[in-house]
Structures are given as structure tokens and as C-alpha cells.
């Protein structure tokens, strides 16, 4: 081996463990997943024979910190938190939603990359505040507030910029459970329970410290 061989092996093996040394024991993850979209719903109302299609804008963020316990093994907390905005033919409403829950995931590093499976399980408050059209009176205002659990689980790929900050996208399957303390507009909808289950993608940054540093 040529004396430029043996320079390209040695950077070659100090990047790599220079990237692989953020998820070692004793570090520390802080950072999160962001998420956008726009889409089409029909809703039927079981109550009437009212179809309604709506548009719905979401926002969504997922901060959070986690604490390697062993080599590529992090356990932590995320603080899950989205905004909806519905437009309706005859209504409005925004959707804020907020939670906190326990965050487990698992890196399998090569060179600058790591693929990771992930999984939480968050409980929160949703609160949503609208208007609507009827008849009489011309517009009603409402409130409904509610709490719902929310399973997350997934599989991301992260790219090390270098040792302490990572880019990552996430693809995951999501299942919510929604109990409301009232519903509104009444006599549309009378069900107080509704469950939804959805495959999302998301993109995300964490910052990696470690303890030597």
C-alpha cells in the first residue's frame, strides 16, 4: 500500500467514525420532523343526507429530545403539535392539537447515512373553533375541545452533515383516536369517537450531542 492509499484509508475511517460517534452511548438527540399538506375530503353525515367536500391545509411538527442508552439506541419524549385549516362550502374551522409521549428509535448506520425505524405513542388536547351557515340564525359560531391518542411507527433515513447535525425523512404509518367532550354543529354529527389511520411522510433535522462534547 503507496503512502496515498494508506492517507485515503485513514480519512477515509476517521469520517466514518466521525459520523457514526453522535449516536453513541451517553449522547444526546434534540431536534424534530416537519410536515405539509393540502388535500380534498368528502364527508357524509349519517345524521342527514348532507354530503360536504372540504379543503384541508395541515402543518405539523414533532420536536423532540432523546438519550442514547446504548450505541445507536435512543429513548426520549416528542411533543407532537399540528394546525388544520378547513374550508368548507358553508363553514370554516382551524384545528390545533398539541400531546407528549415516549419516542424510541434505532440507527443502522453505513458511511455518512443511518437508516432507523422509529415508533411513539402520544396523548393530547385538540381544540377546534368554527363558524357555519344555516338558515337561521345566518352564522353560528362553535367550540369543540377533545382528547385523543396517537400511534406513530415508521422508518427514516438520516444523512450526517457532519458529527453533530443530521437531515433525515421519515415515512410512517399513523393511527389516532379522538374522544370530544361535545361535537358541533349539532344534530350533524352525533358521534363523539372517531378514529382515523393514515401513511405520512415527513422531514426532519436533529442535532446530536455527544458527551465528550
Request: glycine share 8%.
Amino acid at each position: 500500500m503507496n503512502f496515498k492509499s494508506a492517507l485515503f484509508s485513514i480519512a477515509f475511517f476517521i469520517t466514518v467514525f466521525a459520523s457514526h460517534a453522535q449516536t453513541s452511548k451517553g449522547g444526546f438527540l434534540l431536534g424534530g420532523s416537519f410536515g405539509f399538506s393540502s388535500t380534498k375530503n368528502s364527508n357524509v353525515y349519517s345524521a342527514s343526507p348532507i354530503v360536504s367536500e372540504a379543503k384541508v391545509l395541515r402543518l405539523s411538527a414533532s420536536p423532540n429530545i432523546s438519550y442514547f442508552v446504548v450505541d445507536n439506541l435512543a429513548l426520549g419524549l416528542t411533543l407532537p403539535y399540528s394546525y388544520d385549516h378547513y374550508t368548507f362550502s358553508n363553514s370554516k374551522s382551524k384545528t390545533s392539537e398539541y400531546g407528549v409521549g415516549p419516542v424510541v428509535r434505532y440507527y443502522i448506520p453505513f458511511g455518512k447515512w443511518a437508516l432507523f425505524p422509529q415508533i411513539s405513542y402520544t396523548l393530547g388536547r385538540s381544540v377546534t373553533t368554527g363558524t357555519y351557515t344555516v338558515t337561521s340564525p345566518p352564522t353560528t359560531e362553535y367550540k369543540n375541545t377533545g382528547k385523543f391518542t396517537n400511534f406513530h411507527g415508521g422508518v427514516g433515513l438520516a444523512y450526517f452533515l457532519n458529527p453533530s447535525i443530521g437531515i433525515e425523512g421519515i415515512l410512517f404509518y399513523e393511527k389516532d383516536k379522538y374522544t370530544y367532550d361535545n361535537l358541533e354543529p349539532s344534530g350533524i354529527n352525533s358521534t363523539n369517537e372517531i378514529k382515523n389511520s393514515s401513511i405520512k411522510f415527513n422531514i426532519g433535522l436533529q442535532i446530536y450531542f455527544s458527551r465528550k462534547s
